[in-house]
């Protein structure tokens, strides 16, 4: 199927999974063409093609709720839901958002910007919806960089003990804007890795689940063998002992898989996770070799994928970083802290010549800040490069962690002020 002959939502429940395909292509197709002539967030729309449309299958919004953490990624999700002539107005004045706006559309649950909210909105929404009674779906869709921020962490372990109906979508590509970093990282990374988890998770589970349980001692010692066979062949007990079902991994590309793995979350009740693996920038080249470079692009030439606007004179974050590692020659306390964003700060060079000094947290801006706060009390000279708007989530640290303690904490926050690239 083409994308001009999909007409409403409800068509793609009739889909054959070569329809999809077809369907999944032309929409990345329209995707490249469009926001290369507009700028917007490429590569990380490009690798939630299918999944946007197994969830539009399965659910049925506006009456389900589907609330897109981060909130760039939701292009596909406005394709699908009737906004695909606006897209030649993305990032024009007054035209299209390049996030999720209740406002524009009754289809968008919860106007996101900022990563890691969305598990706390859409419990929120499925609390509300349980006061009033009502019996709809609610979805969090969330990438596994945003789960480095602590706020998502505090979404999981609320959710887990409200155990309300909830499905959360974690979108793993590896990648928020750079490579992610971290143990949350490094534990999806093995989980990736697992094979044949879906299969044999009842089995297990009813095994060790139906040990008998005898007094004392060896009562305590079944039980602690119980725990440790859960911990080694369990996958995503992490997600388990914060009370949630766990299922997964998941190809993200297949849309049968995804569909059917949803349908059968749609029957359990309680907190459900569902890992999905997809690939940032998936059905273009240029991206998929470069996704932090298309995450968040100009407007482009399709063919060679380079900016069609040469840059005019030298940008604040090339000056910065030129600047930052002449005075680490000189001066061994400096230090570099940055929240995910190496590239788009400018780090990434500091990084390369000085990575004993180089130290980026993951998303999590708080953290960052009264890290910095740390190093300056211990005599370092820590130097945090944070985009302004990212840094709006660390006013408290500034102010209570640096600024009370006049601690020699030095910010550059780029992006600062009007930026046209960024619409």
């Known amino acids: 199927?083409?994308?001009?002959?999909?007409?409403?939502?409800?068509?793609?429940?009739?889909?054959?999974?070569?329809?999809?395909?077809a369907l999944a292509a032309d929409i990345r197709q329209f995707l490249i063409h469009s926001i290369s002539d507009t700028g917007g967030h490429l590569a990380s729309n490009l690798g939630v093609v299918e999944l946007s449309l197994a969830l539009h299958t399965v659910f049925n919004t506006p009456k389900d709720k589907i609330v897109w953490d981060v909130g760039h990624q939701s292009y596909v999700h406005k394709i699908l839901t009737g906004r695909k002539q606006r897209f030649s107005s993305l990032r024009q004045l007054d035209g299209l958002s390049g996030f999720p706006k209740s406002g524009e559309s009754p289809h968008d649950a919860f106007d996101t910007g900022h990563s890691s909210t969305a598990i706390s909105a859409a419990l929120g929404l499925a609390t509300a919806r349980d006061l009033k009674n009502e019996s709809h779906k609610v979805v969090a869709v969330i990438g596994?960089?945003?789960?480095?921020?602590?706020?998502?962490?505090?979404?999981?372990?609320?959710?887990?003990?409200?155990?309300?109906?909830?499905?959360?979508?974690?979108?793993?590509?590896?990648?928020?804007?750079?490579?992610?970093?971290?143990?949350?990282?490094?534990?999806?990374?093995?989980l990736r890795t697992t094979?044949?988890?879906?299969?044999v998770?009842?089995?297990?589970?009813?095994?060790?689940?139906?040990?008998?349980?005898?007094?004392?001692?060896?009562a305590r010692g079944i039980e602690s063998a119980k725990n440790m066979v859960k911990y080694a062949v369990i996958p995503g007990v992490l997600f388990e002992e914060l009370g949630?079902?766990?299922?997964?991994?998941?190809?993200?590309?297949d849309i049968e898989e995804m569909t059917n793995v949803f349908r059968k979350t749609k029957k359990i009740k309680g907190p459900v996770l569902v890992?999905?693996?997809?690939?940032?920038?998936?059905?273009?080249?240029?991206?998929?070799?470069?996704?932090?470079?298309?995450?968040?692009?100009?407007?482009f030439n399709v063919a060679t994928g380079k900016p069609r606007a040469a840059p005019n004179g030298p940008?604040?974050?090339?000056?910065?970083?030129?600047?930052?590692?002449?005075?680490?020659?000189?001066?061994?306390?400096?230090?570099?802290?940055?929240?995910a964003m190496p590239d788009g700060t400018g780090l990434s060079r500091f990084r390369a010549q000085f990575p004993k000094r180089f130290f980026d947290v993951g998303i999590a801006e708080g953290h960052a800040v009264t890290f910095a706060a740390g190093l300056a009390k211990g005599g370092m000279r820590p130097v945090v490069g944070i985009y302004s708007s990212f840094m709006q989530r660390a006013y408290d640290?500034?102010?209570?962690?640096?600024?009370?303690?006049?601690?020699p904490v030095i910010f550059a926050l780029d992006r600062a002020g009007a930026v046209d690239a960024d619409g």
């Open 144 to 190: 596994d960089g945003s789960m480095t921020g602590g706020l998502a962490f505090e979404g999981l372990n609320n959710a887990g003990r409200a155990n309300t109906d909830l499905l959360v979508v974690l979108n793993d590509n590896q990648m928020s804007i750079s490579q992610n970093v971290g143990a949350i990282s490094r534990h999806l990374n093995q």
């Open 275 to 299: 890992h999905v693996l997809t690939k940032k920038g998936k059905g273009y080249g240029n991206a998929e070799r470069s996704p932090a470079n298309y995450h968040g692009v100009g407007t």
């Open 244 to 253: 949630f079902r766990y299922f997964g991994p998941v190809n993200g590309h």
């Open 397 to 407: 640290q500034i102010l209570h962690d640096v600024a009370i303690q006049k601690l």
């Open 201 to 218: 998770k009842k089995d297990i589970r009813n095994a060790l689940d139906n040990l008998p349980v005898v007094g004392g001692t060896l």
């Open 195 to 199: 094979s044949g988890y879906l299969g």
């Open 315 to 339: 940008k604040f974050t090339d000056v910065f970083t030129k600047s930052l590692c002449h005075h680490a020659q000189l001066d061994s306390r400096i230090v570099a802290v940055t929240a």
């Open 1 to 21: 199927m083409k994308l001009e002959d999909l007409r409403t939502k409800r068509a793609l429940r009739r889909l054959n999974p070569e329809e999809f395909q």
